[in-house]
């Protein structure tokens, strides 16, 4: 069995692929994936200490957040969906032409 560190690191690392990539990037998909990966990031860490403290809390969290996740996605691409109907192309800078 692998220690914790190694699963708090393996998150730390994908935590950071998420942030440098939502803050770096002006692809909305992009910012999409970076987010998941984010959130991924949190399951690993729920998973991980569920484990080492032989409690089911974690396991019950990351269902739920993987179900927001899911949500959240759906949401994002159908907003994308009309960005990209109205311009052409899926830049992040055009959101603001959807106010209204």
Do not use: Q, W
């Amino acid at each position: 069995m692998m220690p914790l560190m190694a699963y708090i690191a393996l998150s730390a690392g994908l935590a950071a692929i998420g942030a440098y990539g939502l803050l770096v990037s002006r692809n909305a998909i992009k910012v999409l994936m970076c987010i998941e990966l984010l959130l991924n990031a949190g399951n690993l860490n729920l998973v991980a200490f569920s484990t080492y403290y032989h409690d089911a809390t974690g396991y019950v969290l990351t269902v739920f957040s993987i179900a927001l996740a899911a949500a959240e996605a759906a949401v994002g691409l159908s907003i994308l969906i009309v960005l990209f109907r109205l311009k052409g192309r899926m830049d992040l800078t055009l959101l603001d032409l959807l106010k209204g």
